[in-house]
């Protein structure tokens, strides 16, 4: 199956900065990757995705990278402020084939005001 | 609401004893997940089901959890003689197969096992 690695575990940035989380899969079929944030004590929500036909996708102040060859992608937050603070999941699917998401270990952001 | 709904929201039960958790996915979405997802870790894949069926069942972690759907609507999580290591928060997400890929989750039923 597929094995989804996140980094870093934990990320505190000052308020205005960028923010970045890498995350690589093992599965080459995989073609679809998610990112979801998670706030304390609530559930977790997808912010933006890309599939494999594209190398890169942004909308605000966030955008994700992918690098197929490599089997990476990246979520990059700029001028990040303190509702940015959460739990941020990548994950990672093949949705050609049976369709079940893999999540990575997620990395806590902490914005510093 | 049109959410993903789970039940119970809380549930503390002894070791050994059997639990069930419910989930209510979104109408007409034809996939359902179940994640686990221990204190302050990640979010662990239990199992998928298209329609009525479990295709990828590779997430249960021993033959003590078993999951069921119905009418590709209501989802149940069965955990038999529950041990301390069960504890966690069952999440719950539906999508649509063939849609944007995007899960919807609920909010989770938080199980504690003393």
């Known amino acids: 199956g597929e094995n989804v690695e996140q980094h870093p575990s934990t990320l505190s940035v000052q308020e205005g900065d960028s923010a970045v989380i890498k995350c690589t899969y093992s599965d080459s079929a995989s073609n679809y990757f998610p990112w979801y944030k998670q706030e304390l004590g609530k559930r977790p929500q997808l912010i933006i995705d890309?599939?494999?036909?594209?190398g890169e996708k942004k909308d605000q102040r966030i955008a994700v990278t992918l690098n197929k060859t490599a089997k990476h992608f990246s979520l990059h937050i700029t001028e990040t402020q303190p509702e940015d603070s959460a739990v941020y999941f990548c994950?990672?699917?093949?949705?050609?084939?049976?369709?079940?998401?893999?999540f990575g270990t997620g990395t806590r952001l902490t914005v510093i005001p | 609401g049109a959410g993903v709904s789970q039940s119970p929201s809380n549930k503390v039960t002894e070791k050994g004893k059997d639990v069930e958790l419910r989930c209510d996915p979104i109408s007409g979405h034809t996939a359902l997940y179940w994640y686990r997802q221990r204190l302050g870790q990640g979010l662990e894949f239990l199992i998928y089901?298209?329609?009525?069926?479990?295709?990828?069942k590779s997430g249960l972690p021993s033959d003590r959890f078993s999951a069921e759907r119905t009418g590709e609507s209501v989802s149940t999580l069965t955990i038999q003689r529950t041990q301390q290591e069960d504890s966690a928060v069952y999440l719950c997400?539906?999508?649509?197969?063939?849609?944007?890929?995007?899960?919807?989750f609920g909010e989770g039923s938080r199980l504690t096992v003393l």
């Open positions: 890309i599939r494999s036909n594209v």
């Open positions: 997400a539906s999508s649509f197969l063939r849609g944007t890929g995007e899960l919807f």
């Open positions: 089901f298209q329609g009525n069926s479990a295709p990828d």
């Open positions: 994950a990672a699917s093949s949705q050609t084939g049976a369709n079940n998401l893999f």
